[in-house]
C-alpha cells in the first residue's frame, strides 16, 4: 500500500513538471541540496559588470594591384602582396572602400594603400596610384 502511495506521489509531480509549473525549491544536482534563491539566476544581466571590449583593429600598409572594383557595394578588390601586420600571404581579397578610395583609381591600377583590419575582415582607409 505505501508502493502504491509513493507511485501516486511521483506520478502527479511528474504531471505538475509537465504542465509548466516551476518546483518550489530547485535543486542543485551536484550536492542534492536546495540552492538559495539568491543564486537563481534571472534573466536581467543588464546591471552586470562587463569587461570593455578589446580594440582588436589593426592599421597595415599594403601594395598591389586594383583587380575590380563594386561602387553599389562599396568594395575594392587587390591582388596585394604580403601584409605582414595581418600576417596575410599575398593573395587576392575584396575590401570595404569609400566612394573617394573607389573614385581614385580603376582596374589594373598598380597601388599602394592604407588598411583597416577587424579580425579578417579590412577596408582600405587611403590608396595611391604608383607612378
Not at 38 to 46: H, K, L, N
Not at 49 to 57: E, I, N
Amino acid at each position: 500500500m505505501h508502493y502504491a502511495r509513493l507511485t501516486i506521489a511521483l506520478g502527479l509531480a511528474a504531471l505538475t513538471a509537465a504542465c509548466g509549473k516551476k518546483a518550489e525549491t530547485p535543486v542543485a544536482a551536484e550536492t542534492n541540496q536546495a540552492v538559495p534563491a539568491t543564486a537563481a539566476m534571472s534573466g536581467d544581466m543588464g546591471n552586470m559588470a562587463m569587461a570593455p571590449a578589446a580594440s582588436t583593429a589593426i592599421k597595415a600598409k599594403g601594395h598591389g594591384t586594383v583587380t575590380a572594383i563594386d561602387k553599389t557595394a562599396g568594395m575594392i578588390t587587390l591582388n596585394h602582396g604580403a601584409i605582414p601586420e595581418a600576417k596575410w600571404p599575398a593573395m587576392t581579397m575584396a575590401f570595404k572602400a569609400a566612394p573617394t578610395i573607389t573614385d581614385a583609381v580603376k582596374v589594373g591600377d598598380k597601388v599602394d594603400f592604407d588598411l583597416t583590419l577587424v579580425g579578417s575582415a579590412g577596408e582600405v582607409t587611403a590608396i595611391q596610384k604608383k607612378p
